[in-house]
């Protein structure tokens, strides 16, 4: 049970209409009554916005409401109504129970490390000495934390994730199943031999507040100093964050992504899936990276999209492979012209 | 011990000759007795088909066995002779015991979970709330499956694979190290600020019979409704399958592939390594994709092979591949082009 | 503390200056004192080189010390001043402890394991029927090594990675969390049905000394015989080795790259991140690939480099890029010559 203004603050909406009005359920357009919250995502359904028996629904801020004679008596606008919607059914009906609260005797806990209070531990989940682990944080069966790891308040840490020795995590971080946190980077030292000697990694990861690292992807500590990952951003699964590498803030990173060693990422950065970005260079704030883009050297200038292998500017990449999708008959018709250049030249040299 | 027929009806093999002799081992081609099967597979090996002492030999249906004078008592034609031979190997000498049967003492099972006659469950596995394990299913020691999952008969999920809330997985799956089934999606909404809001992820992943899933592979589960995997799929190492993503029956994923959310894979697919597919798409039953494939489009004919990034008609991806390599030349030949027209037209108007 | 040979002799250095001078500490080349060593990398703090006190500086073995009137005490020639600054660091000032000396008395191991002197085993780790551990490795909390398994001395396992049985791993293997080794190969025979049938995968993983896995990687055992990757061969996180590759000595592969079965890899090589090669090649000595190399065929000349997909000779390949990325100007070249040649036959059939 929440008002239309309560659900409006959570969603990050505004409210058009009755914002004191009382909200106890979720339902569709079509099926919703007075009492409940709807959405309207798809433009086909739009006209039920006039018809809907719902007390509110959620719509896009792109929709015209003044098109629209009548209105159901709240609305509220959002800047997706669908990924709104399914926050607030996660809101109104909590998932099913994961994991019990308490710390499960199979737990082993190093007696100098600090629980706070609330935190749940699963079982034969194992944390290292000098640990620190924050309150109302849920560390799931067979995680491992290595010794003087600090976990930060209302973490959730999924089976078989794991954080290395030293690293630091803020609050509310997520790590999926699987997930690495802090496993040595890729150092080594070429001998005259041709043998590789390994560069220890004395280094550490910090993960900031309300960081997610996605199922079996992996950030690696950096050689001396730290690996960064900073507030808000979010990592798909299976994605490669190599030693000493920076990312900004609420920056979001798809899935099969490899970023090598030491590179800055910035601030509100999108990339997509499968993209690789070389090591030692960096990304300028809300660069747009689109899916299997190959980054090769520094982007400087900020919000502007890339993709391509090297990536080149959007628009510019577009008409490359444009371009290289009409290669063979450029190829027919460059060979005409040079037939049709040697005719002229000869019957040029007839006269 | 075997006979004939009933090696040919495991390989879904066609005899030729004595149906009914009675097998009892196997052997190299030029080494195996008249109780022995053997297998021809490599072409050098074709003179051997008249001299062998094998009383059971495997051929490639591809075989023309009229043009053989000479023929062991038994043929049976196989897809793959070498393949067969491997899984006749597997049938007559068993592999290495790999889990102790029955349930080990230290595995975490709640009290409410039912498991299966003759299952077998290892070292410090943890089996969550109302799950359901099937009849002579193997969990391998540090196995997590999370409340309330239903997994099917014959199973086999090895070390630190995992299974979150939930999520139902038919029989005969198999999951190799480290897969993990059930991972959140990567879904946010995003608020003015630039900051993102997790989209709660309420639907599951279901793989239904005979779905083998490899090393480090993922599969998110549902944002709302199901994940699915049909019958028989197979999905390699390290290939991430995204939210409400369904893929259909007897297809094949290669390794290091990602497929993103809500699209529909078809029936028989082939898909290479390190292929990326867009979301919100579908590829049509039994399209094949070469390795490095990028589809960022609807495949809606079916049964035709593509390639390239983004996705050509394969031969049509060759020219274009072929022609790209080309380029540097093309590149002079245009500059040789440009500066004979000029000489033509210099010596039009010096006229 | 360490003479300037001994430290010469653990970083593959050459000693220029007063080799048995002693060292007892490190320190920046600014602020180091004479009993410190540093190391000179950025060509900006060359002028350092004879101001500093310390009593050692690392440098480049590339630097001209003719140039420099004044120079420390002594000076260590090296292939890489950082890295090997960074490996004396962890010589000088061991990292944090990060497992404890004994075996956990959770862990279990079955009684036919043979444990090495001086081997740790963590909380949780499960060791199989007839494994032995050889001295002084270290198994971390939750690792699973299964029956029949060879692993040498001073390996380190670190969480949640896991060796299927009977597989091998010399001495010094070191494993980051997640690597899984000896998971079944990607191997299916198709029946009539379209279905596909599993072949089992009886061969096994071998992993030479000195060999380093790193987080979340595979590499999967062989259909019969021996997946082998070879003495020092380094591999980045989130890499599939599929089954039946042979990788030679030394070899490099950095993150997200795959190589799909039967393949063979030479000795010296250098594999870039996302590399994708095919099954049932070879790849020759001291061949380096960029990183996003497609290779489709072999590669039997030794000590070349490659790039782009499929993989050309690393010039050759710039140039291709170079004349792609001009390709849309190149399409309007070519119109223009077209409508000039109509205009030159035009302006003959006038004649």
């Known amino acids: 049970m929440a008002t239309v203004r309560e659900i409006a603050a959570l969603l990050d909406g505004d409210v058009v209409g009755d914002a004191d009005r009382v909200i106890t359920g979720i339902g569709k357009i079509e099926e919703a009554s007075a009492q409940d919250i709807s959405f309207l995502s798809n433009p086909k359904y739009e006209k039920f916005l006039g018809e809907t028996k719902a007390g509110a629904v959620l719509v896009s801020r792109a929709l015209d409401l003044t098109k629209h004679a009548a209105l159901p008596p709240a609305v509220i606008q ?13 809101t109104f009906q909590p998932a099913v129970k994961q994991l019990d609260a308490g710390i499960h005797p ?9 629980i706070g209070e609330g935190a749940s531990i699963g079982a034969y989940a194992v944390i290292g000495e000098g640990c620190t682990i924050g309150r109302n944080t849920m560390i799931f069966p067979l995680v491992v934390i290595g010794n003087f790891c600090r976990i930060g308040d209302e973490c959730t840490l999924y089976p078989h994730s794991s954080v290395r020795e030293q690293c630091v995590l803020g609050s509310r971080v997520i790590l ?13 030292a070429p001998l005259r031999s041709g043998a590789y000697q390994k560069i220890p990694q004395l280094g550490i990861v910090v993960l900031e507040d309300d960081v997610e690292i996605q199922a079996n992807s992996c950030v690696d500590r950096a050689v001396m100093g730290e690996t960064r990952i900073k507030r808000g951003t979010k990592i798909d699964n299976l994605v490669q964050i190599a030693h000493n590498i920076t990312v900004g803030e609420d920056t979001v990173i798809a899935a099969c992504t490899g970023i090598a060693g030491s590179t800055k990422i910035g601030s509100k950065v999108m990339i997509g899936g499968q993209v690789a970005i070389a090591g030692h260079i960096s990304i300028a704030d809300g660069t747009k990276l689109g899916a299997g883009t190959g980054v090769i050297k520094s982007i400087t200038e900020e919000n502007k999209a890339y993709w391509g292998r090297p990536a080149k500017e959007f628009m510019r990449a577009k008409r490359v492979e444009a371009a290289t999708s009409q290669l063979p008959e450029l190829l027919s018709r460059v060979n005409t012209l040079e037939k049709k250049i040697a005719e002229l030249e000869q019957s040029k040299s007839d006269k």
Chains 1, 2, 3 share one sequence.
Do not use: C, E, R
Request: glycine letters at 14%.
């Open 78 to 90: 959002v800047a997706d109504p669908y990924a709104s919607f399914v926050v607030l059914i996660g």
């Open 106 to 114: 199979t737990a082993v806990i190093h007696p100098s490390a600090v």
């Open 176 to 188: 999926q199943p699987g997930a690495v946190i802090g496993s040595d980077g890729f150092g080594f």
